[in-house]
Structure formats: C-alpha cells, structure tokens
C-alpha cells in the first residue's frame, strides 16, 4: 500500500468531519438568530467562539513547531529507522509544546 492509498481516504475523511462540523455551526447560529437571542448573549456567545479558536490555533502550532523541531534532531541525529528513541523524542517534544501551550494560556488567563 502506497502513501497515496492511505492518505486520500484519511483526507476525505477528516474534509467531510470538517463540512459536518461547520454546517452544524451554522444551523446552530441561525437557529440562535431566529430564537431572537438577544445582543449581548449572541456577542458573549460569538467572542467565546473567537477565543477558543484562537487557543486551538495556538496550541496547535505550539505543537507542531515542537514537533518539527523533534523531527530536525532526528534528522541531525542521522536516524533512518524507526526506533524507541526516535519515538521519545517526538512524543517529548509534543509534551513540551502542550506544556508551553498550557503556560502561555494561563498566563493569558490570569491578564485577562
């Protein structure tokens, strides 16, 4: 099996959990505008909705920068197989990057 055959259906998988995600939002959204929400609940509701995205995406690219840097050691380190090694290295550096996730957002917490 080749990267293609396992990659395009795990694609087309999370593109439909993605289309699923956002259609229910909006119907969610609309129904809270038909409801006659008034401003300041759908203002909260919405800044709510803003924030935790932006904490996702920060805590998504944490990590990812963690890990990108987990997969330069190895390569600097000149490690070809997989081995228990190389799988500390990432799975440490995927614990750092949530832990410096975790500190960014307390301190973000506690200035807000």
Same mark, same amino acid.
């Given at each position: 099996?080749? #990267?293609?055959?396992?990659?395009? @259906?795990?694609? *087309?998988?999370? #593109?439909?959990?993605?289309?699923? =995600?956002?259609?229910?939002? +909006?119907?969610?959204?609309? =129904?809270?505008?038909?409801?006659?929400?008034?401003?300041? *609940?759908? %203002?909260?509701?919405?800044?709510?909705?803003?924030?935790? %995205? %932006?904490?996702?995406?920060?805590?998504?690219?944490?990590?990812?920068?963690? *890990?990108?840097?987990?997969?330069?050691?190895?390569?600097?380190?000149?490690?070809?197989?997989?081995? @228990?090694?190389?799988? #500390?290295? *990432?799975?440490?550096?995927?614990?750092?990057?949530?832990?410096?996730?975790? #500190?960014? !957002?307390?301190?973000?917490?506690? !200035? +807000?």
């Amino acid at each position: 099996m080749n #990267a293609v055959e396992v990659l395009v @259906p795990i694609t *087309l998988f999370i #593109a439909i959990a993605m289309v699923i =995600k956002w259609i229910v939002e +909006a119907r969610f959204r609309h =129904k809270m505008i038909q409801a006659g929400v008034t401003g300041d *609940l759908q %203002r909260q509701w919405f800044e709510e909705e803003l924030n935790q %995205r %932006r904490q996702s995406a920060l805590r998504w690219g944490t990590v990812l920068v963690l *890990l990108s840097l987990g997969f330069g050691i190895i390569q600097w380190a000149g490690w070809d197989e997989v081995n @228990p090694g190389v799988i #500390a290295i *990432l799975a440490a550096c995927t614990g750092v990057g949530n832990l410096i996730y975790y #500190a960014i !957002s307390q301190r973000q917490g506690r !200035s +807000a």
